[in-house]
């Protein structure tokens, strides 16, 4: 990719805010527009509206002329790791935003183009009073922004079958902090802060089958794309280490201010079915499988230091599935009301579980309504997220207090989307 891709997908990942401790389920992001999620994501049968291009880009065949949409989720994540035998570990309270863009054109008479903006990970995990707390030697802050530029085009094969194909550009940015320990001449806390992001490609396929009125059947896939990162190492005195002044040039010394690590985005399989039992109600069902054992290691070279070193940090993940839900009904000509359920697993072992990804299996509540008129429509949606407590009494990682539990994980989720039909 050149420059100028990287620079501007860099710049879409700025749009994002830096969050609390994020409920998510691993690292994945799923809402991807207000209607999805009102319907808690159970679109892979469905394609009403420009943002079937993520969801299922074979649903393009049902949008005639052009058509575009953007919206916006607003997160407000929270939750705590507490400890039997330490203080702290209280999540801080921020607002996470998570844009996203589509558009959609009819090219004749069997075939669709569609582009879409969006992101699929994330990740925002910070503490407060984070330079001494209990588990500082394992993180203090981790963040992933990511954006995805997909465009796609839909043939409509038969009357009742469309199948997409789809190129997926992906940049993704990290942001590491922990603290680490120098002895010998100058002792104390130095903080580690690794930053960088790169760019990978990946493809996706998806088909739709709708055999009667009534009846709709949707499949889509997305590869993995393995993102190569390079960045940049920087080292700063802490507490006792800034008394002794040179802590932090003894350890980059060491360490070197360059590394190289490489983040997954896991492939992902979506099976939907829609059911309209009357003319104006429409229950969808959606199976979605992410392949988090991708992430078996997080592997972080530092390159330059006069030793080059590398660590491995086993992660061991987990395949799991998304379990959804959603109900749709026409109240009006020009309002539908919507709600959703889901039921999202967690891919992480809990033998390697840490700070950075403290989170378990969520439960999202989902309620939300679609206003459409002429060539506009806004689509509203309200979302409560709640989080599995998690116990680390079986952690092996460094850092990891095993009195330890992440609790009271909760997000509010507000969504909003605006379209137009041309």
Known sequence: MNNQWKTWLAMMCFVLCMPGIAGAAGYGIYEWGARGQALGGSMAARGE?????????????????????AGITIVRPSASVLSDTYDGGEGVDNTWLIPNT???????????????????????????????????YNSMYAGIKQVSLNPNIA???????SMAVGLEIAYIEVNLQKMVTVTGDSTGDVKQKLTGGDAGYGFNLAVQYKPLDW??????YRNEIDVSMEGKADFSNI?????????????????????KATEPLPAMLSLGVMIKPIDKLSISFDLLRTYWSAYDELKIEMTDAVTPTTSITEKNWKDVNRYSVGIEYALRDWVDLRAGYTYDESPIDPDHAEYQIPSNDRQI?????????????IDLAYSYLTVKDRDFSSSEETGVDTTSTFTDGKSHLFAMNVGYKF
Not at 365 to 377: K, L, Q, R
């Open 155 to 161: 043939i409509k094969l038969t009357d009742s079958l």
């Open 102 to 136: 589509y558009f959609t054109t009819q090219l004749g008479e069997r075939y669709w183009l569609g582009v879409a903006l969006y992101s699929r990970t994330g990740l925002g995990t910070e503490y407060r009073s984070n330079e001494d707390w209990y588990g500082r």
């Open 215 to 220: 009846l709709s059947l949707g499949a889509s």
């Open 239 to 259: 507490g006792t280490a800034a008394i002794g002044g040179n802590a932090a040039q003894v350890i980059s010394q060491q360490y070197g201010d360059t590394f």
């Open 49 to 69: 509206d420009p943002s079937t291009v993520v969801y299922n880009p074979a649903g393009m065949t049902q949008l005639p002329g052009t058509q575009v949409s």
């Open 365 to 377: 509540y989902s309620v939300g309504t679609g206003f459409h008129w002429d060539s506009w429509t």
